[in-house]
Every structure is written in structure tokens, then in C-alpha cells.
Nanobody
Framework: QVQLVESGGGSVQAGGSLRLSCVAS????????MGWFRQAPGKEREGVAS????????YYADSVKGRFTISRDNAKNTLYLQMNSLTPEDTAMYYC????????????????WGRGTQVTVSS
């Protein structure tokens, strides 16, 4: 059974940075991708970024390209999301996710979810 536990959320002013972490327990195949989704109040959950474990290839939503960086430390079984130049539009609950295949960008791609960590960006 895979468990995903996020940390690193918090409150920051616009223009600031945060780094989210997700520790995975249990076996995750190299044929899986891991990634981050977010959900703002009243909005659908959306894919933010993902990384294909087998090849390290990455995917980013257009809204975060050039500002967010996803990475994975295989030795620590930990996924990261470095978020720079944050804006109030980035305010959301951020969820760690894992699923089969090379990319996670919609909820149906995901097999495992974390509980989420809140990110709040003030103007």
C-alpha cells in the first residue's frame, strides 16, 4: 500500500517562495509518475507538475512553467515542488499524487493521493 505525506505548506507574501515535500512509503514502480495537484476553493483539482520515475521527464501546467520546479530524491523516496514567484492565484491545497504512466495532469491519472498541504499567498 502506498502512502503519501506532504509537508512544507504555509503562508507567504506575493513574490515569495515555498518548497513542498512529499514522502512516499510503500513500493512505487518505476513505471509510475509522481506529481502535485492543487485545488482552490470552488475550483476543480488541477494537475500542477509531475515527473516520470523511469526517465525523469517532467510535465508542468502552463500556469506554473518557469516558476515551479519538480524533483525527486530516489534515495529518500521524497518528491519536491519548489515554488518561486508565488502569486495569490497559487493559493490552494496542494496534493501529492502517484499514478501509472509518464504524466499526471488529470485526476483520473492518479492512483494514490496524499492528504494535502495548504499554501496561502497574500498580496
Amino acid at each position: 500500500q502506498v502512502q503519501l505525506v506532504e509537508s512544507g505548506g504555509g503562508s507567504v507574501q506575493a513574490g515569495g517562495s515555498l518548497r513542498l515535500s512529499c514522502v512516499a512509503s510503500g513500493y512505487i514502480s518505476s513505471n509510475y509518475a509522481m506529481g502535485w495537484f492543487r485545488q482552490a476553493p470552488g475550483k476543480e483539482r488541477e494537475g500542477v507538475a509531475s515527473i516520470y520515475i523511469a526517465y525523469g521527464s517532467t510535465y508542468y501546467a502552463d500556469s506554473v512553467k518557469g516558476r515551479f520546479t519538480i524533483s525527486r530524491d530516489n534515495a529518500k523516496n521524497t518528491l519536491y515542488l519548489q515554488m518561486n514567484s508565488l502569486t495569490p492565484e497559487d493559493t490552494a491545497m496542494y496534493y501529492c499524487a502517484a499514478g501509472r504512466g509518464g504524466r499526471l495532469y488529470k485526476q483520473t491519472d492518479v492512483g494514490y493521493w496524499g492528504r494535502g498541504t495548504q499554501v496561502t499567498v497574500s498580496s
